[in-house]
Nanobody
Framework: QLQFVESGGGLVQPGGSLRLSCAASDATLDYPAIGWFRQAPGKEREGVSCITLSEGRANYAEDLKGRFTISRDSAKNTVYLQMNNLKPEDTAVYYC???????????????????WGQGTQVTVSS
């Protein structure tokens, strides 16, 4: 069964950067996309970004465009999330997962995803 391991989280000051990694246990080419999501305490899980594995086309939550960048390394079965100019409201557990229901463009709606990782904590605080 496909499994993901997220890493790269930590404590960072406002305005700082982090790069998260999402490593897959197996080849992910059977799935159309990999997505990043986050969940803050007391809030619903929300989509952050996704990337199609065949073409590398990315999609982002509207309010994160320009600060977050998703990329993939197919040879390493790894997807990255570069996060810049971090804000306290970015504090959350960040998860990755595989999109198992095809859509015209990769979706950031959690409904379309399976094989969730355990997550990595990102805390933005001074």
């Amino acid at each position: 069964q496909l499994q993901f391991v997220e890493s790269g989280g930590g404590l960072v000051q406002p305005g700082g950067s982090l790069r998260l990694s999402c490593a897959a246990s197996d080849a992910t080419l059977d799935y159309p996309a990999i997505g990043w999501f986050r969940q803050a305490p007391g809030k619903e899980r929300e989509g952050v970004s996704c990337i199609t594995l065949s073409e590398g086309r990315a999609n982002y939550a509207e309010d994160l465009k320009g600060r977050f960048t998703i990329s993939r390394d197919s040879a390493k079965n790894t997807v990255y999330l570069q996060m810049n100019n971090l804000k306290p409201e970015d504090t959350a557990v960040y998860y990755c997962a595989a999109q198992t229901m095809a859509t015209a463009m990769c979706s950031i709606a959690p409904f379309f995803y399976s094989y969730w990782g355990q997550g990595t904590q990102v805390t933005v605080s001074s």
